[in-house]
């Protein structure tokens, strides 16, 4: 049961999927906080589409201090934090030969490494109310490889395995973790992609219309609402079915 005062946190949430997020929270009567790292008049675009009912903070996934001020800062003038989103994350494409250390380590520190440090600050919170859930948004390259992105699917394949164990921790402090694994989505990070990569990955849909990203955001609405009170450590895959 949501109090009036509850914020769910999204991190990246002012475009793709991490906008259909918010925008799917809010219709559920839900107060969003969500993060912005560079484009700030899309996300305050993105706080007018809601009618105030979301509210912007910036967060670079790569500062290392700023997590636990932003929890902070977002449970002293919204409410408590009672569920996380772990959108945000960056791609980088290139063969695991060519790939040098500093962009595998900045995937990494980006996409696995800010997720945890965000995770750390708001289950400190969560705990002192044994109440909570949190999402973390992965992908198919997580569980099925594809050339040229060791990188990527490695951070999301690791953010998998640490809901697993972060549900293990929290489950008694009734807290939950789940994951969201979605298929291909056409979003600002795929537009880049060639049309005969695009095919590649949507060869194995079954249902013509493919993932949207709104059909993501219903599944994490689902995972973060009560209805989901007996899930948790589980991975559900939004991909029209291709891996059906």
């Known amino acids: 049961m949501c ?15 991490g906008r259909a997020i ?14 912005w790292k560079s484009d700030e008049a899309q996300a305050r675009e993105t706080e007018a589409s809601t009618d105030a009912r979301a509210i912007a903070f910036h967060l670079d996934l790569r500062d290392r201090s700023r997590p636990a001020d932003l929890v ?8 408590p934090i009672v569920g996380l989103v772990n959108n945000a994350g960056i791609h980088r494409s290139g063969l695991t030969a060519m790939t040098t250390d500093e962009s595998w380590d900045e995937v990494i520190d980006v996409n696995l490494g800010g997720a945890f440090r965000l995770t750390r600050e708001v289950v400190r ?5 044994r109440r909570g859930a949190i999402v973390n948004i992965a992908s198919l390259s997580a569980a099925h490889g594809l050339s040229g992105h060791a990188s990527y699917a490695a951070s999301k394949a690791g953010l998998i395995a640490a809901t697993r164990c972060l549900a293990r921790e929290m489950g008694r402090r009734k807290i939950r973790a789940n994951v969201v694994m979605p298929g291909f989505v056409g979003t600002d990070m795929t537009r880049d ?3 005969n990569v695009v095919a590649g990955l949507r ?8 993932t949207n990203p709104e059909s993501v955001a219903e599944a994490v609405v689902f995972l973060l609402s009560d209805r989901a009170s007996a899930i948790t450590g589980q991975t559900i895959i939004v991909d029209s079915g291709a891996t059906a």
């Open 3 to 17: 109090a009036e005062n509850d914020v769910y946190l999204v991190s990246g949430g002012s475009r793709g999927i």
């Open 22 to 35: 918010v925008e799917a929270l809010v219709a559920d009567g839900r107060m969003v906080a969500f993060t």
């Open 72 to 79: 902070a800062e977002v449970e002293a003038t919204i409410g």
């Open 125 to 129: 919170s969560m705990v002192t109310r």
């Open 193 to 195: 992609l060639p049309e």
């Open 203 to 210: 060869s194995g849909e079954v249902l013509p219309g493919g």
